[in-house]
């Protein structure tokens, strides 16, 4: 048990504490309002929010292996709470919910130590991002509605959407406007704060501000409304009772909350633990999040939950280990002990302010915008998570975006990245032929890559894709099963008849590159014939060997077995006039002639190209001897130009040369030593190409053509300079040589 205790502390460095303890005070200063804000939220007193600062976060230290995260009372669990009291008509701060919190608190400790010795923190492997955010993103914007009215000058609202909106549009028609003065100015100083001076604790500052305005100009005399005096000492512990308590209710509210904890702190401790280079106990994390709740609910506080931003904080402040929390809970337990005479005096907009200031920071506005760009199925999740809280609650908001995720996983799976692969020539690997416009097809020959487990859902996809394909010269079928891990028996009942079928027709059919479980299956489920027929191989350049597909041979002096690169033995179709075809319809900007740059970033291959090009001439400016260089090369001094393809490479070349002019000063002077050390380079390319690959010189010459004329259209100007550049060099190397043949005539 020894050694599950205070793990963050273990080999503490001396040097750590002045940090530790200046972010632990940090981290008491700033959940002072917070805290009190969000317990108002669940239902509470604000006096309860710092009391679940003190006990609970000292117990979530003493057994979390997390170095960072700071644990307390948060949105997601005092929202959820609130909103079960207003479906139970109990009002907030009434002895009723003062009775109930606590035992939600109490019940949410409980299922997470039933989660824990379940060891079931690998359920939150299962709650999608979107899911996640959306569901949090509803309750902070649930909770910023219900706290507008407090700035206004009123009472805080209650209910969903709906309700929520009548409630503010009741309390603007007796609005305090002084109220509103101290919320809105408190809140926009807050925002601009948290933009310019990010480190900087402005809500320790508005709180101030906010009590100095009550003692000094009396804001309350001018119906600005106070939080209630509470009186110093340390919470006392709590005596449950559950009589008059809907325990179906409870249990059901307390195991939503237990699983929004653990699942959103696992995620951010884990994220911040990869951030940081270290790694956590999932499973004693929820070990310490049942502990820290059971806390809470001991000194009768609503559950609590690891804080992000509190955490972010506490990583600006470089807070090294769980000392933090312990020095933020001593320093609580000192505030509680002598300093809450402030409380009285801190008018409520102010601290509402502080409150709407921190949830605006948890709205994932940033996610939304982020699946927007890459997935609308998985956006469209997300914001039905968030409306679904919003408009019908959270148990409601939670089931539908659940059940949208297991949709979009379904639809994933019948609508999966398939792709028909070919080859460039020069090379062995198969190519998206979508991605890469120098790859053709193998005569005869259709090669298909499907990238998911093939099941009843899709595999009428995977038929059609493939019989859509065949041409009247099709004589063989490869299908790539890289990706594909599993079988079901409806789709092996389609394999066997698509393989009869093809068969008919004279066409051969492989299943290729697949693990040997996937064989297992076939012949669990009926089709190992088609292994035992030699449909199935293992690669496929030995289902193209099987089928006698007709080759080019090698390339002169070349040896497959030392150089399987060199190799290129198959016909591939490349159309005569494809060149001109592809100028004169695809626009100069969107010409995909690269290699690995159009593998790896498809349409924005030129973007990427670009972004290289600025890399190596930040390269050239440090580069401090030129001479050396002319006689060393590029190739030696830029690492980074290993790695790419022969077209890659010639075109980065290309457009350096266009961007000489970005030179500093120190070096405009030899740019006519740059050029002529890349056309060297260029040269190298060519030479290297003319001995291992002569079948693509020609090839490489057309790329560079049709890149001329590109690279003219976009920026004509520096084509223009490049051009007198290369002019002036070329009359310089003559010059020299008629020079040297004088010389030697002499």
């Known amino acids: 048990m020894?050694?599950?205790?205070?793990?963050?502390?273990?080999?503490?460095?001396?040097?750590?504490?002045?940090?530790?303890?200046?972010?632990?005070?940090?981290?008491?200063?700033?959940?002072?309002?917070?805290?009190?804000?969000?317990?108002?939220?669940?239902?509470?007193?604000?006096?309860?929010?710092?009391?679940?600062?003190?006990?609970?976060?000292?117990?979530?230290?003493?057994?979390?292996?997390?170095?960072?995260?700071?644990?307390?009372?948060d949105a997601a669990p005092a929202a959820i709470v609130g909103a079960a009291l207003v479906s139970l008509g109990i009002e907030n701060g009434s002895k009723e919910a003062i009775q109930y919190v606590p035992v939600i608190a109490l019940l949410t400790g409980i299922w997470l130590l039933l989660f824990y010795f379940l060891k079931a923190g690998r359920i939150v492997d299962f709650i999608s991002t979107p899911v996640m955010g959306g569901f949090i993103s509803g309750i902070a914007l649930t909770i910023i509605l219900m706290q507008i009215p407090k700035i206004l000058g009123g009472k805080a609202g209650s209910g969903e959407l709906p309700e929520l909106i009548r409630h503010i549009a009741q309390t603007g028609k007796e609005i305090n406007w002084l109220s509103v003065i101290l919320g809105?100015?408190?809140?926009?100083?807050?925002?601009?704060?948290?933009?310019?001076?990010?480190?900087?604790?402005?809500?320790?500052?508005?709180?101030?501000?906010?009590?100095?305005?009550?003692?000094i100009f009396h804001v309350d005399e001018y119906g600005v409304v106070l939080l209630d005096a509470v009186g110093k000492g340390l919470p006392k512990l709590v005596h449950f009772r559950f009589v008059g308590i809907d325990l179906r209710q409870a249990l059901g509210r307390?195991?939503?909350?237990?699983?929004?904890?653990?699942?959103?702190?696992?995620?951010?401790?884990?994220?911040?633990?990869?951030?940081?280079?270290?790694?956590?106990?999932?499973?004693?994390?929820?070990?310490?999040?049942?502990?820290?709740?059971?806390?809470?609910?001991?000194?009768?506080?609503?559950?609590?939950?690891?804080?992000?931003?509190?955490?972010?904080?506490?990583?600006?402040?470089?807070?090294?280990?769980?000392?933090?929390?312990?020095?933020?809970?001593?320093?609580?337990?000192?505030?509680?002990?002598?300093?809450?005479?402030?409380?009285?005096?801190?008018?409520?907009?102010?601290?509402?302010?502080?409150?709407?200031?921190?949830?605006?920071?948890?709205?994932?506005?940033?996610?939304?915008?982020?699946?927007?760009?890459?997935?609308?199925?998985?956006?469209?999740?997300?914001?039905?998570?968030?409306?679904?809280?919003?408009?019908?609650?959270?148990?409601?908001?939670?089931?539908?975006?659940?059940?949208?995720?297991?949709?979009?996983?379904?639809?994933?799976?019948?609508?999966p990245p398939r792709s028909f692969r070919r080859m460039i020539p020069g090379k062995e690997a198969y190519y998206d032929l979508k991605r890469n416009r120098n790859a053709y097809p193998i005569r005869h020959t259709v090669i298909y890559r499907f990238s998911e487990n093939l099941f009843f859902a899709n595999i009428k996809v995977f038929q059609t894709d493939i019989e859509n394909s065949i041409k009247e010269d099709t004589k063989v079928v490869i299908v790539d099963a890289a990706a594909i891990n599993s079988i079901d028996i409806t789709a092996a009942d389609r394999l066997e008849m698509m393989a009869e079928n093809f068969e008919r027709k004279g066409i051969k059919f492989y299943i290729t590159e697949h693990s040997e479980n996937v064989n297992?299956?076939?012949?669990?489920?009926?089709?190992?014939?088609?292994?035992?027929?030699?449909?199935?191989?293992?690669?496929?350049?030995?289902?193209?060997?099987?089928?006698?597909?007709?080759?080019?041979?090698?390339?002169?002096?070349?040896?497959?077995?030392?150089?399987?690169?060199?190799?290129?033995?198959?016909?591939?179709?490349?159309?005569?006039?494809?060149?001109?075809?592809?100028?004169?319809?695809?626009?100069?900007?969107?010409?995909?002639?690269?290699?690995e740059f159009a593998w790896a970033f498809g349409d924005d291959a030129v973007e990427e190209m670009e972004k290289k090009v600025h890399q190596v001439m930040e390269q050239i400016h440090k580069l401090p001897d030129l001479e050396r260089l002319a006689d060393v090369g590029f190739e030696e001094k830029l690492k980074n130009w290993h790695s790419l393809g022969v077209l890659d490479e010639d075109e980065i070349l290309r457009r350096m040369e266009m961007h000489l002019d970005e030179l500093p000063e120190n070096l405009r002077g030899d740019r006519k030593m740059i050029l002529q050390l890349i056309e060297k380079r260029r040269r190298k390319i060519e030479q290297q190409l003319l001995l291992h690959h002569p079948e693509i010189v020609e090839h490489l010459k057309k790329s560079r053509e049709r890149l001329e004329k590109r690279l003219e259209k976009q920026n004509p100007e520096a084509a223009r300079k490049l051009h007198e550049w290369e002019v002036q060099i070329r009359e310089k190397c003559r010059s020299g040589r008629r020079k040297r043949s004088n010389g030697r005539k002499k």
């Open 254 to 415: 307390s195991l939503m909350i237990a699983a929004v904890v653990m699942a959103e702190t696992l995620l951010s401790e884990n994220n911040f633990a990869m951030k940081n280079g270290y790694k956590i106990d999932e499973n004693q994390e929820i070990l310490a999040c049942a502990m820290g709740n059971i806390a809470a609910a001991c000194v009768g506080c609503c559950p609590v939950n690891g804080s992000i931003s509190r955490t972010s904080m506490n990583e600006q402040y470089e807070g090294k280990t769980q000392a933090v929390s312990v020095v933020a809970a001593i320093t609580m337990a000192l505030v509680l002990l002598g300093a809450t005479g402030f409380i009285g005096y801190l008018p409520v907009p102010v601290l509402t302010a502080i409150v709407i200031s921190a949830l605006m920071n948890v709205v994932e506005l940033h996610l939304a915008v982020r699946l927007f760009r890459v997935s609308r199925n998985e956006f469209y999740i997300f914001v039905a998570a968030c409306v679904s809280v919003l408009v019908f609650g959270t148990i409601y908001g939670v089931v539908i975006g659940l059940l949208l995720s297991f949709v979009a996983v379904v639809l994933r799976a019948t609508n």
């Open 184 to 215: 809105a100015g408190a809140l926009i100083l807050l925002r601009v704060a948290g933009k310019m001076i990010p480190k900087f604790p402005m809500a320790i500052v508005i709180m101030a501000a906010g009590v100095a305005a009550t003692r």
């Open 520 to 595: 297992e299956q076939m012949r669990k489920l009926g089709i190992g014939h088609l292994i035992e027929e030699g449909k199935v191989r293992r690669t496929i350049l030995a289902a193209l060997q099987d089928a006698g597909i007709p080759s080019m041979g090698t390339t002169a002096g070349a040896d497959k077995a030392r150089d399987p690169l060199v190799w290129m033995p198959w016909q591939l179709e490349i159309p005569a006039a494809v060149h001109a075809v592809h100028e004169a319809m695809v626009p100069a900007e969107e010409e995909n002639t690269l290699e």
């Open 2 to 73: 020894k050694d599950l205790l205070f793990s963050t502390l273990k080999g503490y460095k001396k040097e750590y504490l002045p940090k530790d303890i200046f972010s632990g005070i940090i981290m008491a200063a700033v959940s002072i309002p917070i805290s009190m804000g969000y317990a108002q939220i669940a239902g509470l007193p604000a006096v309860y929010g710092l009391y679940g600062s003190v006990f609970p976060i000292l117990f979530f230290a003493l057994f979390s292996t997390s170095r960072q995260f700071i644990f307390g009372v």
